[in-house]
């Protein structure tokens, strides 16, 4: 059952009337008050937001009774090891069908955060949290209470038992690692100022708690329009270059040399990632396309420095080139999560069951895995087999579901590094939880 249809069963029970309320458990229909203001006990709004509620309660008390199953038939550890040890299952199949028994297992507890602030632990809710490649630290952006925001990195090792030092801005769209000197070494930051906005490339060293006195500065920054997203070049034929998704254009910049190259578009840009086998950026747009552009070619009028071009339904909010890079998974508004092959053009695959109206919600695939992990606006997280679409879990928030409570989450079989311990990390209002596997 999928707690987001909060009025499917009242339509099953009595047909539906206009301004009247079926009620189910009195067996009768009440009169729906007009307007939507938190003092009238009867709007739809409210009736919605009640029931599910009541799913979201419901499944965190058989998450905590453990009553989670998994939702393939005759899936468990014993049956996977003798099919395995009978040459039934290849060694890729065994590992892909081993962690979605896991993550059916995965049990919650709550992180506490030790800071040498102790005025930063805990006060202000998390916007953001994004694991740098080897899942050793997570970069958070936290919202203030008086409309910015605070940024700081934390050390997965022992699960949040150090927290570094932060730093206050306005406000962050959009945030990346960046590898200039080594590995995620520096971060891309969006929109840290308020109009016009601004980019800016700060060194990962800069949080630091270690010798505060001989912290670099910032790398780079600039002015820019509205920025909705970012993205760093690994190739080495466009190295040291960013990009950064405007109103209605591109801008890839070297950090080394300043050189930049626009490109304009007929929409925002709100999801970039660049693949790493060719200099190539792919972007998906508020009008629903997602196009690619070669960033050795030359800035050129009109549209034909396009390649790839594919198209959604609602604007797109999230996109992730597949390893191989012939696979590209994209998200969008509506709620349709779609798996594009890039050589035909074509979609191959929908993972049913995400939900989103207008918010800007990313994808998290973990091919290793086999896992596609989104969180949807009604505040859930639910997790998907790559390879046949299949709906695992879904997990409920711990706190009540509203807009701005949607938890920002990071998944890896190696949280903290090479002998981290595996999981889903979630971050919601003032709160970090681990999902550990049992």
Not at 175 to 186: K, R
Request: charged share 20%; proline share 5%; with cysteine.
């Amino acid at each position: 059952e999928d707690p987001s249809s909060s009025s499917s069963t009242q339509n099953s029970v009595a047909p539906e009337l206009p301004g009247f309320y079926y009620d189910p458990e009195k067996n009768r229909y009440f009169r729906l008050l007009p307007g939507h203001n938190n003092h009238n006990p009867l709007t739809k709004d409210s009736i919605q937001h009640k029931a599910m509620e009541c799913k979201r309660l419901r499944l965190l008390e058989e998450e905590e009774k453990q009553n989670q199953k998994t939702t393939r038939a005759g899936l468990n550890s014993s049956v996977l090891l003798q099919k395995r040890q009978l040459g039934l299952l290849s060694s890729t199949s065994y590992c892909r069908l081993v962690h979605e028994l896991k993550v059916n297992c995965m049990q919650r507890r709550k992180i506490e955060i030790h800071s040498p602030d102790s005025s930063v632990a805990g006060t202000n809710n998390f916007k953001i949290i994004v694991a740098d490649v080897a899942c050793e630290r997570i970069f958070t952006v936290n919202d203030v209470e008086h409309g910015g925001c605070k940024y700081g990195i934390i050390n997965l090792s022992g699960l949040g038992k150090e927290s570094l030092t932060y730093f206050f801005s306005l406000k962050v769209n959009s945030v990346c690692w960046a590898s200039l000197t080594h590995p995620d070494s520096h971060l891309c930051l969006m929109g840290i100022a308020e109009t016009p906005g601004c980019a800016s490339l700060l060194p990962a060293s800069l949080f630091s708690s270690t010798n505060p006195g001989d912290r670099p500065g910032m790398l780079c920054s600039f002015k820019i329009s509205t920025a909705w997203s970012c993205a760093w070049c690994l190739n080495p034929q466009a190295d040291n270059c960013f990009s950064t998704g405007l109103t209605r254009r591109v801008l890839v910049t070297n950090v080394v040399t300043g050189h930049r190259q626009t490109f304009g578009t007929s929409s925002d840009v709100l999801a970039q990632q660049f693949a790493t086998q060719t200099p190539v950026l792919y972007n998906g747009c508020r009008s629903g396309e997602i196009f690619s552009i070669d960033v050795r070619q030359r800035n050129r009028k009109g549209q034909s420095w396009k390649a790839v071009r594919l198209f959604h339904g609602s604007a797109v909010t999230s996109i992730h080139l597949m390893e191989a890079e012939h696979y590209l998974m994209a998200a969008d508004m509506a709620g349709k999560i779609k798996l594009w092959d890039l050589r035909t053009a074509k979609c191959v695959k929908q993972y049913k069951g995400h939900h989103n109206e207008y918010a800007l919600l990313p994808l998290h695939v973990n091919e290793e895995e086999g896992l596609l992990i989104a969180v949807g606006q009604d505040c859930y997280t639910r997790i998907w087999s790559l390879q046949d679409a299949h709906l695992l879990r879904t997990i409920p928030s711990p706190h009540p579901s509203s807009k701005d409570a949607i938890p920002s989450v990071v998944f890896s079989s190696r949280l903290g590094g090479s002998r981290g311990v595996p999981g889903l990390l979630m971050a919601v209002k003032q709160d970090l939880y681990h999902f550990s596997y049992n």
